[in-house]
């Protein structure tokens, strides 16, 4: 009887621990992420040049400046992380500003600059002036002021 | 003369209770009362976090097709080479004209056949390279290359520019403020 018994008992099931520990680690994975692509990117049309010889990002530190574009090739403002400043002097200056802190903290630093390729040259180059001006606004010497122009590789 | 074998009440009478009356229902009382363990019901909880999953992977969108050209700027305030010959940077002049691909012009300040197209900067560019030509080109490959976009270009203009002198393997490259 009792060997009945145990072919009863022997129910198939599947252990589901595992299962749902990899699925809340691949759900965080995906909030964390999505996170920080929502801080760094502005939705833009990049500029997509042909035969580029543009190269692929590497694992540096950045910061990401996006342009925002407006109609008729104007931008709205200047977005530096989580933080958007105006496309008038006062914004720019504050700007360089914040980019001269962050060039303190680290003088390495890498800046990513994103614009639309609708936008228009004189809306673009104040974020270039400010990167230029943040680098002697910090202080240091050591300072590189580099910035990696975005662009969007169709093949 | 009836055998004691045959008969069924003898069979009925003498044979223990059988086994199978008593005893499963006591084993089977005991066995439910193991099974009645506290369980969690993980079917739902499942459900949820594959929504979110599914979500999460749907919603997150990697600029996977990015990438860039790294431009140095130029830094005032730092101690120029003094040995250095003074160099005469190559301007070159892009402005849109108007909508669509072809909408642009390209200027080269100085005496230089004028390039019609982004693919032509590239070639005068590239044949002009130094280090490209064995009796030695107009320019060297760090020869300061200004790339001067009025007001109005468009920055896919400009950054074609920019990408016709980095095909050509220049690597002095910079921007002007625009005029």
Redesign the interface.
Known sequence: ??AV?RRG?AEVEAN?TP??DV??L??VF??V??QI?EIE?VQLD????????????GEEQRAVIN?IPAAG?KTSGYRLGSRVFTADTQGIEAMTAELAALYRRNPTLDI?LR????????W??PA??A??NA??LSGRPDV???????????D | MTSPMSDPQHLRASSTPPLEVIEPTRVRRRHRRSRARIGLNVTAMIDIVFLLLIYFLAATEFKLGEELYRLDLPQRGLAADPFELPRDPLRVVIATTGPGEGGYTIRIRGPYAQPGSFQELYEFLRRNRGAETAVGGLFEQDHPIIIEPAIATRWEHAIDAFNAAARARYTNITFAPPR
């Open positions: 009887m009792s018994f008992r589901l299962m749902i699925a809340f691949l759900i995906f909030v992420v999505s692509v990117s990049l500029p997509t040049p042909q035969d580029p010889a543009s190269e692929r990002p342009v090739g990513n614009a639309d390729r609708s936008t228009h040259y004189e673009v180059e270039l002036q990167v230029s680098a002697r590189i002021a580099r910035i990696n122009l975005v662009v969007v590789r169709e």
